[in-house]
């Protein structure tokens, strides 16, 4: 018969209302990343709670896939998205919020309620015999005998896990990057030879050198090649025509 | 103390969780939310290995991080793609399909 | 330490395993081979490993086998049947998928970049779709055969992750796709977290994760029912949001809306299938002795699904909608042979999986080959007139809206009758007079379709119908040979049926 | 072979035939069409001759299993009811056909289509008659709606697609209310020595039931055949089907489709349900007697012929269903005999508002005028078809209204008496067209309209010569029905009433 | 009963000759009229010659039936198609055809202009072929084949030229009144069937002993209605008036001589019934007794010589009808009523075709005058016709109807006092009318324009009028010479009471009519041939003779009471099928409809939404789990 011992009695009146605060925190703030930091902080209290309940694997297994790795790839991607956004939390989807609450209340108070109606006909066992062995050793021969086939199985997934993320992030090239060898050709073998000397620095004859200037060509028009294409793309690219020679402003002399 | 309170926490924490899903906005924290309920049930499943005395339950468990993490990794890539697409990872503003 | 070297019966998983080494060929392929030649042999790779993963299954289709893998799955009649019915559902839906006018060229790619525009050009194609349905597939083998709930919560995973990824992969309206991908995987989640809550209170219940361990529990329990009745509600959650069941359904009109048209036809099919498969072996054998607990529920459930997908199919303006309503409908109706928990039940349901599995393959297919320059044509108002541009394609799509509307000489009215028969001889009055109701309604918007593409003028808007490529031909020639083969002699299927579907404990 | 099954078999062969003519070859087509129902009409008279009037018993019987496990037979078999109704339907189908030759090329389709569509019909409509499963007769019931709804919408006028869209959602309303209560039946029968659709043994099933049950089973039946039949107030899709279908489809669908409805009612309400029969005798005999007045009160109101016609129909089947439900040997032959004659007479009706309408390009009576003078042989033929509508005596329709009303005044005085006021109102629905039409003087429009040419006289010759023939030499038909429906009544435990003041009381 | 092969020739000449003509179509317009009066003749023939045979049976074997097949069997209800010839239907298949024939051969002149003759001929043929079933039948059901085909020919016949409007409306009024009559003879066929299990004469009689007499009065009452609407008895008279639209033969032989008689012919042939049922036979002499009066009231304002006759017609039919109602003792008087009146009722109609056609188809006497001295035949035809109608004696008139009239006073009580008092003042009236006709018509000055030419009608056309006039003159002697008729039908009808309370005698009786017919024609001839005639009917007349142009009333009547409701509630119920009927099926629809687009709304498109859902299907699913844990 399991008896629960005073310290873990203790350990879990301080870390279970934390956890709850900490999960609802997870709802409440504004940052995400905040939310993930609360979420971390869950778990390790969730790990705290295995190994206190005989589950020591679990618990480390927890503590470094759950919030190492997996919380960590939600921060990864967190940073991705833009760390600093931070969600409103007014209620745009109107009659959300109150059924929310409601829900919230509910689902709990029903849930709270009904485990407080259960029984089970007989006491908690404890698995101090389950865990005779050891509990990495008996969780290992039920993985290896008992479970092995989904165990066998979830490989699988991982490997589904693994296809589906290459296959939604991986660029594959859609064109072949050009040789050096093909780009002196195609210089050369170009309609004229304009550029057959390489292109233009930006800021060249402009009176600013930023990357996003495109340089003047000696007719004193801008030339769009001289900066780079993903400047131009994202739509960077400063007017040329306030550069322009002869719009000298002869007003203000340099200091000396 | 009663290894029940375990299950009362994880059924707050899994409503918690639930509501958080209904509530938040950005993709990822409604994600996060989903791990929490995961959390929760895994909670529920170490408890009850306890109170059973058999293990089946944390075999469960450690299947479950397996699969979230699996869960994470897909999810995760939705979401980006979600996001490079329409620079924002609002599950608000994936609204385009209904009626 | 007395450890004891598992045992599979490597015979009876071999569909599973033969599905999953042509995934993973396909993963290799995919890492290995030259561009040109991958999408070929990923077809072949996909398709070959079906057909020996049927065969296989067809070798073994009269074994019976608790401990087929360490008590993980059992193999048995039921578990045949659902295997080949999702398998040739597979098959077919491969066919489809096959199509390249399906899937975008570059998922990576950002709509409306010059990157994705490139990639069009240069003929680009996701070839990792093959290994992801085989994957999908195998999950789907392994969900109604699961007998423990690890298992059960593996294969779930395991046929859904590849779900939401494909969902996400249309070539055009992109965003749209990747929207159904976020919604189907965020909901997804959801509904797998309330499943494993299931799992947790079930375990608690029993003491073990087995259908044998908790209907033991069931039947010898000492306790009260509270864990037991959240563990099926939590897990009917999972379960029921699988196949579309009021109020899980949402989901549903959006994905199969965004997703990839013949993505769209394989998941609405062979998920079903699979996902009905587990449901029923959980609630026949798990849960079977508490009957008088959940049936009402279900009934309810049942009742409303039907009803609510009917109605508001009616109101559908876009044609995969409209289909997804129907399956809504349609899984409500599946319910009943849920409630039914009898052999006519099981067998009404494996008839009615099969045959609806197969009209959605091929109304689906149908749905790919109407378009326009811009991509499928979806819009129903748009397919008006469709029965005088292309009267065969019409006509088969009419012919399957018959057969979901289960007009007799349709498969889908053998399929109807029988399962509302079984629910009615299990005492589920009310599940046989709201089925035929909905069933009426349902009509109304079966024949409205029917009206537009054959009543109605075609409107000059440059709607067409491609020409099918061969496979897609194909399946659909072969669906609708099935869908009426099933409607007009279907006692030799009927008969397979009857002589294994069974479940073992 | 079975002289039924050859029956259904050889329109299917003809319409196999005519979709393999090339479509521009339109008169092989029809010459195909028309030999094919030439020879069904052939074998019709010739099962007819070999009928044996005085054996009760059902003959050609012929049965095979379809679909074992369900207990469903591919079983026919016919008595004189049955034997009577398929005669009229392969001799009507002949003269549709040559009456319409020309219908089918104005529709939305080519004629190929329409000649399959009435060759696939043709052989649904003798198999409604014959079947003696009731799952059997439930197939041919539904699926025949579909051909009639692509006839309608494909090749009516006005708003054909409206029209038949309410028809055939009507129809399947019914229809699915039926599916119900067969699915009861079955799973009764499955309660009492194992699952049957055999009409016979059936028949014996309602010893087995509550009388809630018996009733709720006859009501499924009853409301499908109710509309069906079209009785009030179940009527309101007939005159929109009947206005936008061509003639000759309006010739199949009131001359045939709608006696399924009343021999239905023969058929399966009163032998399956005997006490519920009994009960809701009152509650249809008021329906019968409404529907009598109401259609002719409509009938006299309406602005277009076929509406009106439609309207007419709705009367007559009132006394259909007035004779069927008295119960006497009167009411019963009379309304079977009725059936067979309003068959013809409103062929004949249908036929020439069709051919008018082809003259003059409308239906509306308002547009015709002075007829008689213009179009005599038209005129006259569309007068005799009206005298037999409104029963005079000497033409066919009279014998069985008389039986009718006879019948069910031995029985039901007080309806009967209501129901006689209908023949004053046949006589305004029908003087009143042939005084706006073919009467007074010829009117704008009208002057240079065609007689009959010879195809159409040949077309309608027959018709007329049955409806004269049979007013005074009703016998051969009679001889095979009385028996018959003598079996029925007595199986229903009914004798006529004795006169109340005969000498031998 | 003696059985015969032959009787069935009687219709099946006529009726061959219909089928001939009608199928032939315009290829029979050269002989078609020829090959119609023969087979109408031919018919006569086989009336004498079974006429003939008949009267060398001995009267108990006189009657003959025919039974041709067996035309209706249903469980008891067998009905066979047979026919029975016996003393009384003897009578009228030789009225019928005989009158018929010269009728056809006066057609053959009078419509020799008009380019279907041969359908009209047809149509002849066919009522003559309807007529002789309907006498001939040997059931109420075969009677009702007769009674409805008749309906028919005369359908056909008013609307012959129905390019007409008024025409085409006259036939079509003709034929739905009728039909109300026939539902009253569908109702008695019923009853019979329902009470006695038979429809058959023979068998009905043989029932009537034993039966009921609430039975046979129902029965009885059935039967009346039906011969209201065949013989325009009131209240079903409305037709009779405007069916004059019709050639004037048919005028003649339809709606005078045969047709119009069928309703006496059977309440006649019912005796069985009536004379066991007493409150039918009051029914009958009181229906009788308005229409006589009804109609020699409005032969006194009709300007139009056919109606003017039409009407007369009528109050004749009254006179019969009324005899018809006295039971045993009228019968004979009744047929010889009828008899006689077909006679020289004919002749009178023929007469005023024959009018007409000199008269460019002028129908109006306020327009004729002094035509005796331009057609003398047709003046002395008609002249002795008119005799005979008013019951001059030794003109047929005068024996037939003293007789009913003293019958009539005759028949007990208040009830003979009050009947004699009508038919004598009707006879009166008659007087009074038909001398207006006579004198406006013949004798007056000429009011005519000067285009019209007046002229004498043909051979053809005169001799069958004098052969009709020779019938007015003789018939009436003929037949109650020693009470020949009277005997004749006594054994169909029943023997005559003997020795009942005699009110009047007969001497007293007809000094009576004679009386009344001196003072009507008295004033007709100070009236119309002393005074002045306008031309023009004149307009300040007194309400009663307005009433009395107007028909007493009856279209105004039927219209208000029946048409307007009838055409009202038809539009209520057009309208109602479509709104509330098929307005609930459509609002059905339209409520799934407007349930699916609101259900819709529910796909917001917001996962989070979509989520809740889940959460709430989770929630109601755990509350249930709460509640039945309790």
Not at chain 5, 89 to 107: N, Q, R
Not at chain 5, 482 to 509: F, I, M, N, Y
Request: charged fraction near 10%.
């Amino acid at each position: 018969m399991l008896t629960i011992q005073t310290p873990e009695a203790v350990m879990f009146w301080v870390l279970a209302p934390v956890a709850v605060l900490a999960a609802l925190g997870m709802l409440l703030v504004k940052k995400a990343v905040h939310s993930a930091l609360l979420l971390a902080w869950v778990m390790i209290t969730l790990a705290i709670f295995y190994i206190a309940q005989d589950a020591l694997f679990l618990g480390i297994v927890q503590i470094v896939v759950y919030t190492g790795a997996v919380m960590m790839l939600f921060l990864f991607i967190l940073m991705l998205v833009g760390v600093d956004a931070s969600d409103s939390l007014t209620e745009t989807i109107p009659g959300l919020r109150p059924i929310a609450i409601t829900a919230a209340v509910g689902f709990g108070g029903l849930l709270v309620s009904l485990i407080g109606r259960a029984t089970l006909g007989h006491g908690a066992v404890g698995l101090d015999s389950a865990n005779g062995a050891g509990n990495v050793q008996a969780l290992a021969k039920l993985l290896f005998s008992t479970y092995v086939w989904p165990f066998e199985v979830v490989s699988a997934l991982l490997i589904t896990a693994a296809l589906g993320a290459m296959v939604l992030a991986h660029h594959q090239r859609t064109v072949a990057r050009p040789t050096q060898r093909e780009q002196a050709i195609a210089r050369f073998r170009g309609d004229s030879l304009g550029s057959a000397a390489g292109l233009p620095n930006p800021g060249v004859f402009a009176r600013h050198n930023a990357v996003d200037v495109p340089a003047l060509l000696p007719d004193g028009s801008a030339a769009p090649n001289s900066i780079s294409a993903t400047l131009k793309a994202r739509g960077d690219m400063l007017d040329s025509a306030q550069f322009e020679l002869g719009e000298v402003d002869n007003t203000v002399t340099e200091e000396k | 103390m009663n290894p029940y309170n375990y299950l009362y926490v994880a059924g707050l924490l899994f409503t918690i969780g639930a509501i958080g899903v209904v509530i938040r906005r950005n993709a990822i924290v409604v994600f996060m939310c989903v791990e929490l309920m995961l959390n929760a049930a895994n909670l529920t499943l170490v408890t009850f290995a306890r109170i059973n005395g058999t293990l089946d339950g944390q075999v469960v468990a450690f299947f479950t991080m397996v699969v979230a993490a699996c869960e994470v990794v897909v999810g995760l890539a939705i979401i980006v793609t979600i996001y490079r697409s329409r620079r924002s990872a609002s599950v608000d503003d994936a609204s385009l399909l209904k009626r | 330490m007395d450890f004891t070297a598992p045992v599979l019966n490597y015979a009876l998983l071999a569909p599973i395993l033969i599905v999953l080494g042509g995934a993973l060929l396909g993963v290799l392929i995919e890492a290995f081979a030259p561009r040109a030649s991958r999408h070929n042999s990923q077809l072949f790779v996909t398709v070959a490993s079906l057909v020996i993963a049927l065969s296989a299954l067809l070798r073994v289709r009269k074994q019976v086998s608790v401990s087929a893998a360490m008590g993980s799955i059992t193999f048995d009649g039921a578990g045949v049947l659902f295997q080949a019915s999702i398998l040739v559902i597979a098959i077919l839906s491969v066919f489809l998928i096959a199509d390249q006018e399906n899937f975008t060229a570059l998922p990576a790619a950002v709509p409306g970049s010059d990157e994705e525009r490139h990639s069009l050009q240069t003929d680009m194609r996701v070839t990792e779709v093959y290994p992801l349905t085989l994957f999908a597939v195998a999950g789907m083998l392994l969900f109604p055969l699961s007998s423990d709930l690890i298992t059960l919560f593996v294969a779930l995973e395991m046929l859904s992750l590849p779900l939401y990824l494909m969902a996400g992969l249309s070539r055009r309206r992109r965003l749209l796709s990747q929207e159904a991908a976020l919604k189907y995987f965020l909901l997804g989640a959801f509904s797998s977290a309330f499943f494993l809550f299931g799992v947790a209170y079930l375990y608690g219940y029993s003491g073990s994760i087995t259908f044998s361990g908790i209907q033991a529990s069931i039947v010898g329990g000492s306790g009260n029912d509270v864990f037991l009745l959240l563990g099926i509600a939590f897990i009917s959650v999972g379960l029921l949001f699988k196949v579309g069941a009021v109020p899980f359904h949402a989901w549903s009109p959006d994905v199969y809306q965004g997703a990839p048209t013949a993505i769209t036809g394989f998941m609405a099919a062979a998920t079903k299938v699979a996902a009905f498969g587990a449901i029923l072996r959980i609630f026949y054998v798990a849960f079977a002795n508490a009957e008088w607990q959940w049936r009402p529920a279900l009934i309810l459930i049942s009742i409303v699904t039907m009803v609510f997908g009917s109605v508001v199919a009616i109101s559908q303006r876009d044609v995969k909608r409209m289909l997804a309503y129907s399956s809504i409908a349609h899984a409500g109706f599946l319910l009943a042979g849920v409630i039914a928990l009898s052999k006519a039940g099981l067998e009404a349901s494996i008839f009615y999986l099969f045959a609806y599995g197969i009209a959605t393959v091929g109304a689906f297919g149908i749905v790919t080959l109407v378009r326009d320059s811009a991509g499928e044509v979806t819009d129903l108002n748009r397919w008006s007139g469709l029965g005088k541009r292309s009267p065969v394609i019409a006509s088969a799509f009419a012919f399957f809206l018959l057969a979901f509307a289960g007009i007799p000489l349709t498969s889908g009215f053998i399929g109807k009758f029988s399962i509302f028969s079984a629910a009615y001889e299990s005492g589920s009055t009310a599940v046989l007079i709201a089925g035929v109701l909905s069933s009426a309604i349902a009509a109304f918007f079966y024949i409205r379709v029917i009206v537009l593409m054959f009543f109605k003028d075609p409107a000059e808007d440059g709607t067409s119908v491609l020409i099918p490529s061969g496979l897609t031909k194909t399946t659909i020639a072969i669906t609708s040979v099935i869908t009426l083969v099933l409607g007009v002699y279907p006692a030799p299927l009927i008969n397979f049926i009857a002589s294994s579907a069974f479940f073992i404990r | 072979m079975n002289a039924l099954t050859t029956m259904m078999l050889l329109p299917l062969i003809g319409s196999i035939l005519v979709a393999v003519i090339p479509s521009d070859q339109v008169l092989r087509i029809k010459q195909a069409a028309l030999g094919t129902t030439l020879l069904v009409a052939i074998s019709g008279i010739l099962a007819w001759v070999k009928f044996d009037s005085s054996n009760t018993a059902l003959q050609f019987v012929e049965s095979a299993k379809w679909i074992p496990s369900f207990g469903i037979n591919y079983a026919v078999g016919v008595d004189g009811l049955a034997i009577v109704l398929i005669l009229m339907s392969v001799l009507l189908a002949p003269i549709v056909v040559l009456a319409g030759w020309n219908e089918s090329e104005g529709g939305r389709w080519s004629p190929k289509v329409f000649y399959i569509l009435i060759l696939v019909l043709e052989t649904m409509m003798i198999g409604v008659f014959a079947a003696t499963d009731v799952f059997l007769f439930y197939v041919f019931f539904e699926a025949m709606l579909i051909p009639v709804y692509f006839l309608i919408g494909g090749f009516g006028t006005g708003e054909r697609a409206a029209a038949a869209v309410k028809f055939l959602l009507y129809s399947l309303f019914g229809g699915l209310l039926m599916l119900a209560s067969i699915i009861g039946l079955y799973v009764i029968s499955g309660a009492n020595g194992g699952h049957t659709f055999d009409i016979t043994r059936l028949s014996e099933l309602h010893m087995h039931m509550s009388s809630m049950t018996q009733n709720l089973l006859f009501l499924g039946f009853f409301i499908a055949f109710a509309i069906k039949a079209p009785l009030w107030p179940l009527h309101t899709w007939l005159p929109d089907a009947a206005a936008a279908s061509t003639p000759g489809t309006s010739v199949l669908l009131l001359g045939v489709l709608d006696k399924v409805g009343t021999f239905g009612m023969i058929r399966f309400c009163l032998a399956l349900f005997p006490d519920a029969s009994k009960t809701f005798t009152p509650l249809i005999i008021v329906l019968a007697v409404i529907s009598i007045i109401y259609g002719a009160f409509l009938a006299i109101g309406a602005r277009d012929i076929k509406r009106l016609i439609a309207y007419t129909s709705i009367s007559h089947f009132g006394f259909i269903t007035l004779g069927i439900f008295a119960m006497t040997s009167q009411g019963m032959s009379g309304a079977t005999l009725y059936m067979f004659n309003h068959g013809f007479s409103t062929a004949a009706l249908f036929l020439v508002a069709g051919w008018m309408q082809s003259r003059r390009g409308s239906s509306t009576i308002a547009d015709f005028g002075g007829l008689q003078r213009v179009t005599p042989v038209m005129a006259w033929t569309f007068f005799i078809a009206g005298m037999s509508s409104l029963a005079l005596p000497g033409l066919s329709s009279f014998v069985s209204e008389f039986l009718v009303l006879v019948g069910t005044y031995t029985r039901y005085p007080v309806a009967a008496v209501i129901a006689t006021f209908g023949i004053v109102l046949a006589a305004l629905y029908i003087l009143i067209p042939v005084q706006k039409a073919l009467h007074g003087p010829t009117t704008p429009g009208n002057e240079n309209l065609s007689d009959l040419n010879l195809r159409e006289k040949i077309a309608i010759a027959p018709v007329i010569a049955i409806i004269v023939a049979l007013g005074f030499y009703p016998s051969p038909l009679l001889n095979v029905i009385n028996p018959a429906s003598a079996h029925v009544l007595e199986v229903q435990g009914f004798t006529d009433p004795v006169p109340s003041e005969s000498a031998g009381k | 009963m003696v059985t015969s092969t032959s009787l069935v020739y009687l219709i099946a000449l006529p009726l061959f000759g219909a089928a001939i003509l009608l199928l032939a179509g315009r290829r029979s317009d050269k002989w078609g009229h020829l090959l119609a009066t023969a087979l109408s003749a031919g018919s006569f023939g086989v009336g004498l010659y079974q006429l003939s045979q008949m009267l060398s049976r001995p009267t108990a074997e006189r009657a003959i039936t025919q039974k041709l097949f067996s035309w209706i069997a249903v469980g008891t209800f067998k009905v066979d198609a047979g026919l029975l010839l016996d003393q009384l239907s003897i009578c009228f298949v030789l009225l019928i055809t005989g009158v018929g024939t010269l009728i056809h051969i006066y057609s053959i002149s009078y419509m020799s202009h008009d380019e279907n003759r041969r359908r009209f001929f047809a149509y002849l043929n066919l009522f003559i072929a309807a007529m002789l079933l309907l006498v001939l039948g040997n059931s109420y059901l075969n009677l009702y084949v007769g009674w409805e085909g008749v309906g028919l020919a005369s359908y056909l016949l008013i609307g012959f030229w129905n390019q007409k409007p008024a025409y085409a409306t006259a036939s079509k009024k003709a034929f739905v009144m009728n039909r109300v009559g026939d539902m009253g003879l569908s109702f008695a066929i019923m009853i019979s069937f329902a009470t006695l299990g038979t429809v058959s004469f023979a068998g009905v009689q043989a029932a009537s002993h034993t039966a009921s007499k609430a039975a046979l009065t129902a029965i009885g009452i059935m039967l009346l209605v039906a011969a209201t609407g065949k013989s325009a008895q009131f209240p079903l008279q409305a037709w009779l008036g405007d069916a004059m639209a019709g050639p004037t033969p048919v005028s003649a032989l339809i709606h005078a001589a045969t047709m119009v008689t069928a309703g006496v012919y059977l309440i006649v042939r019912s005796n069985f019934i009536f004379d066991a049922a007493p409150t039918a036979q009051l029914l009958v002499v009181i229906v009788g007794a308005i229409t006589l009066m009804f109609g020699a009231l409005v032969g006194t304002a009709k300007d139009d010589i056919k109606k003017a006759l039409a009407a007369s017609t009528m109050s004749q039919i009254g006179y019969m009808i009324l005899g018809a109602g006295l039971g045993p003792a009228g019968y004979a008087f009744a047929i010889m009523h009828l008899l006689t009146h077909g006679f020289f009722k004919a002749g009178m109609f023929l007469g005023a075709g024959s009018v007409m056609h000199g008269m460019n188809d002028q129908v109006d006497m306020r327009r004729y005058g002094a035509l005796r001295k331009f057609m003398p035949i047709t003046f002395a035809t008609f002249g002795l016709g008119y005799l005979a109608i008013i019951g001059v004696p030794p003109f047929a008139g005068f024996y037939s109807k003293d007789a009913i009239i003293e019958t009539a006073f005759n028949a007990g009580g208040v009830k003979g006092i009050l009947l004699g008092s009508t038919a004598l003042l009707g006879a009166a009236i008659t007087a009074f009318y038909m001398t207006r006709v006579m004198v406006l018509t013949f004798t007056s000055k000429e009011r005519w324009e000067d285009d019209q030419h007046p002229h004498e009608s043909p051979l053809l056309m005169w001799i069958p009028m004098a052969i009709l006039a020779i019938g007015s003159v003789t018939t009436g002697f003929l037949f109650t010479r020693g009470h020949a008729l009277v005997h004749w039908l006594t054994p169909v009808v029943g023997e005559r009471a003997e020795g009942g309370k005699v009110l009047l005698q007969p001497a007293v009786v007809s000094g009576l009519a004679l009386v009344a017919v001196i003072i009507g024609v008295a004033i007709a001839v100070s009236k119309y041939q002393l005074g002045k005639v306008d031309s023009v009917a004149p307009q300040n007349v007194s309400v009663f003779t307005r009433i009395a142009r107007k028909d007493l009333m009856q279209d105004s009547f039927n219209e208000a009471v029946f048409m307007k409701p009838g055409q009202a509630l038809t539009a209520l119920l057009v309208k109602g099928d479509d709104k509330v009927i098929d307005g609930a099926v459509r609002g059905i629809a339209a409520t799934a409809l407007g349930t699916g687009s609101t259900l819709r709304r529910t796909q917001t498109g917001f996962a989070r939404s979509y989520a809740a859902f889940i959460l709430i299907g989770a929630i109601v699913l755990i509350a249930a789990i709460w509640v039945v844990t309790q």
